[in-house]
């Protein structure tokens, strides 16, 4: 069997939780294959809300076994506290949860000293999450890195190594810290990590895939802020995109069934990068407002724009892109007026090709569109949906060449269409 991927076409927080938990039935084992706890992934269900960071997705859909796979970089003291609450809420994950020893750890160091770069950069600064990302993978490719398997043999004198190699580099550029009470934290995290299966994740996914059992691959972060992709260096520091699920879980590119995009309706940016169709008035400090488009980590408020076919339609071919997922439409109920950006112009010239820059001298071009101004939340069939909506789904299925298969029309479970 072939493994399925989802993934974010945007900057991010396009409704991938919601996403995955809905699909979970379908599926044996949910994997996760980057990121870490810069990730938040919001599920509702049943009046609850829970906020994942680096615990997949399919925890809450029968009892799955959800894998963190070797391209995620792992903070113990977050996914401590991630799973402690967990359990209290009455999920004990202890058994559905494995690890895999090849994801990176991140140390307490690792966040100091994405503060500490964060802090040298001045007005040119990313916006981080401040979660020690950036760092951890920069050691994992200088080779530096400590790996969840490293946890079981010779632990202390290898953290001690890499603690004092972090602590040189804060020491010559002067950043002050104090790391006692987030060490402490984060070893208790280390001894937590052994009640949990530590596995070669790339062997037991393979041989779930060789027994026909079906896997789905959770991305986390989005298209636009791939190390490679993306906005750079306005970017997150591991490849989003669906080879980043080959990667990041040691699936064979041949293995890769379905790849679900999601976007939003509109657009979305946290932290600092350029965007294209940002949104500087009331109409975009509404769309904040409709949809809580608030971080549901750092709680930074998102700024807010139309939606962006250039963009998408370069992360759909970059991802290869066989089913989108639209998310949000709901937040939009109310506008007379929606508009989709279909290329920019660029000096003199229009640009239909997502182009090397988008900051500087770029002006977006609008198609417009006819609002359905009525309440969608409680449509549960495509047939339902007002015309005006139809027509909007129906132009980006045109112009990406990719069908619409889901629509999401409210944060629940249940508020969401699969097309036939
Ligand atoms: P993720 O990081 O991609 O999982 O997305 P986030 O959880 O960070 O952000 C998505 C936000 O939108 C969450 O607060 C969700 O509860 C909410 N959400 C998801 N789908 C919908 C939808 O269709 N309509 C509305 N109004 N909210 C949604
Ligand atoms: P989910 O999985 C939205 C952004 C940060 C910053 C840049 C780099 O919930 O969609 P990092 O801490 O990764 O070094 O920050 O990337 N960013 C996200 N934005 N959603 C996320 O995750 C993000 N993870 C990182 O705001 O601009
Ligand atoms: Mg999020």
Known sequence: MKADVILGLQWGDEGKGKVVDVLTPHYDVVARFQGGPNAGHTLEFNGERYILRSIPSGIFQGNKLNIIGNGVVLDPAVFRSEAEALARSGHDLTQRIALSKKAHLILPTHRLLDAAYEAA????????????????????????????????????????????????????????????????????????????????????????????????????????????????PFVTSSNTICAGACTGLGIAPNKIGEVFGIFKAYCTRVGAGPFPTELFDEVGEEICQIGHEFGSVTGRKRRCGWLDLVALKYSVMINGVTSLIMMKADVLNDFETIKIATSYKIGNEFVTEFPYEIG?????????????????????????FPPELKAYVEFIEAQTGVPVKIISVGPDREATIVRG
């Open 121 to 232: 950069k001045g007005d040119d600064k990313v916006g981080t999450t401040g979660k020690g990302i950036g760092p951890t993978y920069t050691d994992k490719v200088s080779r530096n890195g400590l790996r969840v398997g490293d946890i079981l043999h010779d632990f202390e004198a290898k953290y001690a190594k890499a603690k004092a190699r972090h602590e040189q580099i804060l020491r010559e550029m002067n950043f002050e810290y104090d790391l006692a009470e987030m060490e402490q934290e984060w070893l208790a995290g280390i001894e937590y990590l052994k009640r949990f299966q530590l596995i070669d994740s790339e062997h037991v996914i393979n041989r779930i895939l060789n027994e026909e059992r079906s896997v789905l691959c959770e991305g986390a972060q989005g298209t636009m802020l791939d190390i490679d992709f993306g906005s750079y």
């Open 360 to 384: 500087g001298d770029l002006t977006p071009v609008y198609t417009e569109f006819k609002g359905w101004q009525c309440d969608i939340n409680a449509i549960r069939r495509y047939e339902d």
